[in-house]
Structure formats: structure tokens, C-alpha cells
């Protein structure tokens, strides 16, 4: 039968899982001596703060160099990167479980709710969820997605218009849709306005400053966008209505799992990288340059793509929020994220070349 | 240098210590305010190992439990007397402006 001693050594050798293998060969027998000689009588489990500072310290000594300051940060940039590509991906999988695209039968429903008086002309139908040039994304257009046109790579929407002229002035229009939004169950967000040089009539003489006005409303997993333009557009097609599904809830949840999935996975090659390369290694010299062409490569997107995501969300009404690959830059800068693989790739490589010398894991050698 | 790592020099300084004598010194020399978690004391270890300032001396087992003995090097020795003239010659300094502000209680 064991004893309560054997059992608290039993919990305490458990808590060092973080710390790598050859480090626990090495030492577990010690430092469980020390955690039991600390240990008072009769205490059967380790306290959380004994199990926060194994684990802690066992995450840090996975990175070797025990004598460095510094990496812990490339560690950390590393696995938070790793975390929000795999996190990324999980929201786009779980994107998968969203409602159909609304049908010309729901869309003409909603118009018709919407726009009492205006006529349905043409619905444009959502051919996938993303579309690529409102086209569904194939392997053959993937050269253009990486080659500068990622940002094209953008949720899909149905289109409706109303045919012909206008009925009724765009105010007018505009009052009307928002009382029969709210009427029918609609949550309306406040409109937006932007005045940009227009057409008048198909000759286009004279240039006009055309009033487009947007109102975003959502219901349920839907987002309805309406648009009006004072003076109408000549081309018809106004007002006209955008449906799209918001965000599913299998999103959320999909993201943290694969975030933590990827930051875990992202710390612990990293860590057996930099405990293969922390001495009289070949490419110690090249692994290191060639990570941080890694994270410049990755994060500057990142960097980029999320301060102006952020201002863009707060200036205007959001029903759903951006996917999260829209937040670190990709597709938009796919190009940068695959050269970043191949040199991880290449980083991984190198430091896999065998050693000039085996490696003490531990202060005893 | 962090006090932890200080007191863990000085308590290698009195000769070799194993890990939980580390631990008892190092909560006595800090008169019971600092007492080192053993996953602490590992990462200063190996740290302090890394920089030659420490070296592992013997080891003997006890009831079972390994033991493993840590000496101060010749540079570990250097380091904690850099440590201590540069912290002798801060508080030589705190005192003698505190003497200034209260010349009543000098």
C-alpha cells in the first residue's frame, strides 16, 4: 500500500512534465527530494503555488540557455504568433458550421418586408461563403491570392436591387426602411453617410456629389446592409440590399482551442529548437537569424492589419466582427506568411543537423 | 543581480549546501522573508551553473532521497563580493543621508 509520502512524490514527479525528458532523468530524483524534504508532514497533495512555479519554471527550462534574458521573448513571440495563425485557421473551419447564404426566397422575402413600393430587380446569390473576386476560391487562383490580391479573399454577400427609378425620395426611403426593420424584429444600427462625386444621369454631365447612405441591421445570424443614394444611381439597382450571416457560435470556442493548441505547440518546438542549437551546434549562428526573419516576416501584418482593422471597427457600426485572419493581415499579405514557413521550415531543419558535441541538460553533467 | 540569486550565493558561500539546505539558509539569511519555491531554486541553479558561478560538488542519498551538494566557483566567489561592495557602498551611502536628515538620531 503507499504511503502518503510515496504518493505526494508520485503528485510532485507528475508536476514536472513541462520540464523536457532528458532534463527529468537528469533531475527529477532531486528536486522531488527537495519538494518532499520542503514538504510538512502529513500534507498528501502540492499546493497551487508549488504545482504555478513547476510549471512555470519547467515552460522555461524546455527553452535551455538557462543564462539568457532574452528567450523568453522570442519564446513568447513565437507561440502567441503560432497561436493566432492556428487560431485563425480553427475560426475558418468552424466557419463552416454558419447557416446557408440566404436564397432568392428569403432575400425577396426580406426585400419585400424592407421596401414596401420598391420592385425586386436583380439577387446576385452568394456562391460560397468567401469568395475570391465573388468567385468561389480555387487552386488555380491561388497565385493571384499570394501575389498581392489576398485582400480580395473577403466574406460573400447576397445582392438585391430594386428595378427601375426610385418610388420615393432617399429620406423618405431611408425612414420608411428603418421603422419596418424595427417592425419586423430587426436590430438597426445607426446609419452611416459618405458623399463621393457621382452621376446624375448616364452621360455623367455634370459630376454631382452623390449622398450614399448606409443602414446595417442584423437578426438573428443575419446582417441586412441597405443602401441608398441621393440622387439615384442612373445605372438603376437602387436602393438596394446586401444579406450575409454573422459570425456562427462554433466560432469562438474553435478559436481559443486552436489558439492554445498552436501557442503550445509553437513554445514547445521552439524550446527543442533552441535547447538543439544552445551550444557547439553548426547552424546556431544561421538558426537564430533565420527566426527572426521567421517573426519579422509573420508579425509585421499582424502589426499592421490590426491597428487599422481596429480604427475601421470602431468608426463604423459592426453587427459581426472581422474574421480573425482579416485582423493579421492574411490573405491580404499570404505571400509574407508562406515565405515565413519555408524559413521556420529551413529553421527547423538546421536545427535538426546532428551536434559537434553531446549536450549537458543539466547542471550536473 | 535579483536578492534571490544574492542569497543563494551567500548561502553557498558558508560551503556546499544541497537543495534544501539552499532553501533553509537562504529563508534564515532573509530573517524568514524570502523562502524559495524549489522550482525557483532550480532555474537560479542552473542559471547560476550556466554562467560558471556554481558547480555541482557531490551527491549522497538520504532516506532515500537524492541529494545533490552545490559549491560556489572562483567566479561565483567574485561575483558575490562585487555583489556585496556594490550594496555595502549603496547603503553606506542611504546611511549617511539619513544621518544628514535626522542628525538628532545619529
Redesign the interface.
Known sequence: MPTTGDRLARRYRRLLFCHPRAYRRA?A??????????APAGRTRPTP??AA??I???L??RLG???SRTVGVWATLTAVICGLFTAALATRAAWETSAPQPDRAETAAVFAAVLPGHELGDVDLAPALFTFYSQPLTVRALDNLLLGDGGEYQQSAVVAGAAGTPRMPADETLALAQRRLRETGWQVYAPTVHSVPGCADKTCTPVVTVTDTTLLARRGDTVLQLHVAAPPSPDGDDPSLTLSRTTPPAVLPAGVAGGLLGAALGWLVFGWASRRTEAAHPARAAVGVLLAITLALWWTPVLLAAPHLLRHHRAEPHPTWHPLWEWLGQPAASLLFVVGAASALLTLALAAAPRRSPLPT???? | MREPTFLILTALAGGPRHGYGIIREVTTLSAQRVTLLPGTLYAALDRLHAQGLVAPDREETVDGRLRRYYRLTPDGIGALDAETARLRQLATAAESRLRALRPGTA
Open positions: 533531475r530524483d532531486e528536486i522531488v527530494g527537495v519538494l518532499l524534504d520542503a503555488r508549488e512555479n513547476l512555470r519554471h519547467g522555461r527550462c540557455r538557462p543564462a543539466a547542471a550536473v553533467g
